[in-house]
């Protein structure tokens, strides 16, 4: 008999040892099935240690050991483990979480391709050029060619998906085995110079660890560096994992992969895939039968034997951090594996982290740069508008309303951009530059109608809503960022004759929504869209050449204190949608600031600049990159419970708490009231990361035995995006 130490998911941070009779070296990293109080739970053998703590008496049998599925290997095992460490969640719970659905539930899994690339017969193509009666099959046909190769659940998804099984019944497209040499590489591009000069700099095929920011503008021709690059690994011998933020936004760059490497075996995994298309591409991913893996934030943790090299495509975006759960940045993760596995990262991005861009800058990550767009056009001019002089009708200026218009009268489309992120309400006076700052915190305080107080959700603070400018003595205060909501029927209203299109997640609720707008877009059937942060990313739209952009103005002084990054960000990003082909762009931006040097930045679209400005306000004000953050929450149905909770877990930690560390208020979260349920924060800092992963370490363990309420649920945030 021999003790199987076990990885359970369940929310205690520790391992649970059982007993089995045939249990093997071997065994080490396989899924097991076990007994956990009354329920039957899937774990994973993280050790067969020789001895156990607990008597022999008191140990459980195993049930099974799930030997159908191979173990998963030494590498995905250390990267768990990181995980568990470095975030402070149950090793169990991760574990959990980066193993796909089918293997948690212990189904077996059969890992034959039924999602098969999809091409076009030859009487496919016939019936392509016969003009015959519109259908969808017709549509998606079209959709099929115009696409190139596709994988049948990604086709499934377009706006005509569902006609796919009968263009496979007429025989008008045929499942391309990956290696069916009918498909041929799509020719190669010249490389820019600049291009080559990047290549030259990562060429690794044995450089080990190389961790590259590569900051290209939006159309510098990044995809195409990580296609050669892709290549090179590939006739290596090694792998490739290309990692994206959100692939339902992107649902060209599977094409593109697919398009260049025909041969390859690719693997996507994305939300879009249903469970049991998830849980075979990772195992087939275990098994050494992918080449390239693709996917959003959770395939970080696919399992890839002789991988030799990762791409975090747009690795500013927040969406990598996973924001509940357990809190693991797939950015940061990636870093960590690239480093243990000894092999090259590549961080690409327009608009660089402060995180990544500091690094760069220090010498720890290489600094690569694409600084003109890869075909000749120019990047788009930018042009502030101050609203300050400028009189708005319903939140549009004169000249925004003006280049609207030369657009309509030019059939080409205006994108209007309206900033909701970081949507705080923050005050400010119309008539001078106060704002509703902290007097103890680099914050700006936020609007709380329901009691009607000004909170820093920082340290606290607060006081009643004054009723005119402390400064001035203005009495129309107003919270920044009003009157864009309507901004879609004042469109509407001003040009009578355009065809106004609104694109959030309201109306593009599932990617299939999605891709029926974008396919709304590109046809021209919208004269003005009117758009949040999802139409700014990745997107190439011909005829689109005016950007403009209103509402900016909250995030540049919203409470959060990364809200002017992600602007600047998002800015440059959806600036770079204009203009993307022959025509010439221009964005638009509307601003009662328009002296501020984020907006001058954006002007220059100097992304450098902001970052040496961004991160000096930072060091002053002692915010991260320059301090290292955890943040305790909790949450209740009463916020009394849930601060009262922090409370005593501050008192706890003020019993051991270095000099290094910083412990702020329990105070309410920004959106304190979410799904029926209150909410508040506990913040701890340090200039230290050591330090402070060091007392996380002490304090988790504690907070564990803290009394809490049935209700009350707690959770540690490392390094949280939203404090
Ligand atoms: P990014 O990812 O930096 O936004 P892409 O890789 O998508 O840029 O490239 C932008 C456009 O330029 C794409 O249409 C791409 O096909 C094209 N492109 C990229 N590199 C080259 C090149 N060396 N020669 C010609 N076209 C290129
Ligand atoms: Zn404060
Ligand atoms: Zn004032």
Redesign the pocket.
């Known amino acids: 008999m021999s003790i199987v130490r076990v990885a359970i998911p369940v929310p205690i941070p520790q391992l649970f040892d059982y007993t089995s009779d045939h249990a093997v070296a071997t065994d080490l990293g396989r899924c097991v099935r076990v007994r956990f109080g009354s329920r039957i739970e899937t774990g994973v053998i993280v050790d067969l240690p020789a001895s156990s703590d607990i008597a022999d008496s008191r140990l459980r049998p195993v049930e099974q050991i799930l030997r159908d599925t191979p173990a998963m290997s030494a590498d995905w095992l250390d990267l768990t483990r990181f995980v568990a460490r470095y975030y402070h969640a149950p090793i169990g719970e991760v574990m959990a979480l980066a193993l796909p659905p089918e293997l948690r539930r212990a189904t077996t899994v059969d890992i034959r391709d039924d999602d098969p690339l999809l091409a076009l017969t030859p009487a496919g193509h016939t019936a392509l050029a016969e003009a015959g009666r519109p259908s969808r099959a017709r549509r998606q046909l079209a959709a099929l060619a115009e696409a190139g190769p596709t994988r049948k659940s990604v086709a499934r998804q377009w706006p005509d998906g569902s006609a796919t099984a009968d263009l496979l019944r007429r025989r008008w497209v045929y499942p391309a085995a990956p290696s069916n040499p009918a498909l041929t590489p799509t020719p190669l591009?010249?490389?820019?110079d600049e291009?080559a000069v990047v290549l030259e700099a990562i060429d690794s095929a044995d450089a080990g660890f190389l961790p590259v920011l590569l900051q290209?503008?939006?159309?510098?021709?990044?995809?195409?560096?990580?296609?050669r690059l892709a290549e090179r690994a590939l006739a290596a011998g090694r792998t490739v994992l290309l990692l994206v933020p959100e692939i339902a936004l992107t649902p060209q760059l599977e094409t593109?992969v697919t398009e260049r490497f025909p041969h390859a075996r690719i693997v996507a995994l994305h939300s879009g895939a249903g469970d049991m298309a998830r849980s075979r591409g990772f195992l087939r991913a275990l098994e050494g039968d992918a080449d390239i893996v693709l996917g959003t934030r959770l395939a970080v943790f696919t399992p890839l034997p002789r991988l030799g090299l990762i791409i975090v495509?747009e690795e500013h975006d927040p969406s990598y951090k996973q924001q509940e759960g357990v809190r693991y940045s797939a950015r940061d993760v990636a870093v960590w594996r690239a480093h243990h596995q000894g092999v090259p990262i590549v961080l690409?991005t327009?608009t660089p982290s402060l995180e990544s861009w500091r690094h760069a800058a220090e010498g720890r990550y290489r600094h690569l740069r694409?600084t003109r767009?890869?075909?000749a056009t120019a990047l788009p001019t930018v042009r502030l508008i101050d609203t300050r002089r400028a009189r708005l009708d319903n939140g549009l200026s004169k000249p925004l309303v003006e280049a609207i218009a030369q657009r309509l009268a030019r059939r080409e489309q205006s994108l209007i951009f309206l900033n909701r992120r970081g949507f705080a309400p923050v005050l400010a006076c119309p008539s001078c530059d106060w704002v509703s700052a902290c007097p103890h915190c680099a914050a700006n305080r936020v609007v709380h109608l329901t009691d009607r107080r000004l909170r820093c959700h920082h340290c606290g603070f607060d006081s009643p809503i004054p009723i005119a400018c402390p400064e001035c003595g203005e009495q129309d205060l107003q919270p920044l960022g009003r009157g864009t909501q309507k901004l879609e029927t004042h469109l509407a209203e001003r040009f009578p004759e355009a065809r106004v299109l609104r694109v959030d997640r309201d109306v593009a609720r599932s990617r299939s929504d999605w891709l029926a707008l974008l396919a709304k877009i590109h046809a021209g059937e919208a004269d003005i869209l009117v758009g949040t942060q999802m139409m700014a990313k990745?997107h190439?739209f011909e005829r689109l050449t005016l950007v403009g952009v209103v509402g900016a103005d909250a995030a540049l002084y919203a409470s959060d204190f990364r809200a002017p990054e992600r602007l600047f960000q998002q800015l440059m990003q959806v600036g770079?949608r204009a203009g993307?082909s022959h025509l010439p762009g221009e964005v638009l931006i509307q601003t009662e600031f328009a002296d501020h040097p984020l907006f001058q930045c954006l002007k220059r679209q100097d992304a450098d600049g902001y970052a040496r400005l961004a991160l000096d306000e930072r060091r002053q004000a002692g915010f991260p990159p320059f301090t290292f953050q955890a943040m305790l929450g909790a949450d209740a149905p009463q916020l009394e419970e849930a601060i009262a909770f922090l409370q005593r877990a501050r008192d706890d930690a003020l019993s051991d708490l270095p000099a290094a560390l910083m412990l702020y208020d329990a105070v309410p979260m920004r959106m304190h009231r979410l799904a029926r349920r209150e909410r508040a924060q506990l913040l701890i800092e340090s200039t230290e990361r050591a330090a402070l992963q060091q007392f996380l370490g002490r304090w988790m363990p504690r907070l564990y035995r803290l009394p809490a309420g049935r209700e009350l649920r707690w959770r540690i945030d490392v390094d949280p995006l939203d404090v």
Not at 216 to 227: D, I, R
């Open positions: 591009p010249t490389l820019t291009q290209g503008v939006t159309g510098a021709g990044k995809t195409e560096v990580y296609l593109r495509d690409g327009a694409l767009r890869a075909v990745g190439d770079g993307r």
